[in-house]
């Protein structure tokens, strides 16, 4: 018995094409981010890059279009450098104070306070917000899933360390 077979849609086709040919697939994902960072982005970066080039004229204050080093021989002027140097010294300042409040406030935090502070700081996000496993879930957030074995469900009641529930 000879049956007549509809033709597969454009879609099927396409479907079809993209499943037996996975690299195209890859290529067809890829190709948008990659064209917008190749144009768009390096582009910009390179337009950036020549217009560096140009210089101001000092009289009218014009942009003057002709290949020249002027602006990077005026990065190197004195008031440039104490501005590069202030920066610095800023950031400096700013990466040493926070670390001397930032590690003795960690190190009380992790050391000494209580589960609950933890909680309320959000200290440890490897710690879950939860109580016992058991068998039925409760309300929508209950289906976390981490930390109870056998594929039980975790009733959300509060701070809770893994090793105080013996897991």
């Given at each position: 018995?000879?049956?007549?077979?509809?033709?597969?849609?454009?879609m099927?086709?396409?479907?079809?094409?993209?499943?037996?040919?996975?690299?195209?697939?890859l290529?067809?994902?890829?190709?948008?981010?990659?064209?917008?960072?190749?144009?768009?982005?390096?582009?910009?970066?390179f337009?950036?890059?020549?217009?560096?080039?140009?210089?101001?004229?000092?009289?009218?204050?014009?942009?003057?279009?002709?290949?020249?080093?002027?602006?990077?021989?005026?990065?190197?002027?004195?008031?440039?450098?104490?501005?590069?140097?202030?920066?610095?010294?800023m950031?400096?300042?700013?990466?040493?104070?926070?670390?001397?409040?930032?590690f003795?406030?960690?190190?009380?935090?992790?050391?000494?306070?209580?589960?609950?502070?933890k909680?309320?700081?959000?200290?440890?996000?490897?710690?879950?917000?939860?109580?016992?496993?058991?068998?039925?879930?409760?309300?929508?957030?209950?289906?976390?899933?981490?930390?109870?074995?056998?594929?039980?469900?975790?009733?959300?009641?509060?701070?809770?360390?893994?090793?105080?529930?013996?897991?």
């Amino acid at each position: 018995m000879n049956a007549a077979y509809a033709q597969p849609s454009l879609m099927s086709r396409i479907s079809t094409a993209l499943y037996l040919h996975p690299k195209l697939l890859l290529l067809l994902l890829l190709a948008p981010p990659l064209l917008w960072l190749g144009v768009i982005y390096l582009g910009s970066l390179f337009a950036l890059l020549l217009q560096s080039f140009f210089y101001i004229d000092e009289f009218s204050g014009n942009i003057v279009r002709e290949f020249s080093l002027a602006t990077y021989e005026q990065l190197f002027t004195r008031a440039n450098a104490d501005i590069f140097i202030r920066t610095a010294l800023m950031a400096a300042a700013v990466t040493v104070s926070a670390a001397l409040i930032a590690f003795p406030t960690a190190y009380y935090m992790v050391r000494y306070a209580s589960m609950r502070m933890k909680a309320a700081l959000d200290v440890d996000p490897s710690r879950e917000l939860v109580g016992e496993c058991e068998q039925e879930p409760v309300g929508p957030m209950a289906m976390i899933g981490m930390g109870c074995r056998n594929d039980e469900r975790i009733r959300m009641t509060g701070p809770c360390d893994l090793d105080e529930r013996g897991a």
